[in-house]
């Protein structure tokens, strides 16, 4: 089945940097447009980032110039490099295949940005 794995959150103080990684399985990877999207308690889901299949990004404007998504479809590992981060960047980040073939999400990471 689906399992996606999203590791890399934490705790950093304004201005800093977070890699967060996010480990797929149970479905072929390389043929799907991935996104990254984020979470605070009471709010939708916010999608942040998304990479095609053929490695074309797209970014909410609220990160654009500061996130960068990648994929390593060998590894079937998805990316976010986050940096400059903003105390507004608060929240769960998960990664999901650009499509409603499935329903499962993973755990999410958290990620604190505060001083």
């Known amino acids: 089945q689906v399992q996606l794995v999203e590791s890399g959150g934490g705790l950093v103080q304004p201005g800093g940097s977070l890699r967060l990684s996010c480990a797929a399985s149970?479905?072929?990877?390389?043929?799907?447009?991935m996104n990254w999207y984020r979470q605070t308690p009471g709010e939708q889901r916010e999608l942040v980032a998304g990479i095609t299949v053929g490695g074309a990004t797209t970014y909410a404007d609220s990160v654009k110039g500061r996130f960068v998504i990648s994929r390593d479809n060998a590894e079937k590992q998805l990316y976010l490099q986050m940096n400059s981060l903003k105390p507004e960047d608060t929240a769960v980040y998960y990664c999901?295949?650009?499509?409603?073939?499935?329903?499962?999400w993973g755990q999410g990471t958290q990620v604190t940005v505060s001083s």
């Open positions: 999901h295949p650009d499509s409603s073939f499935t329903n499962s």
């Open positions: 149970g479905f072929s990877f390389r043929w799907y447009d």
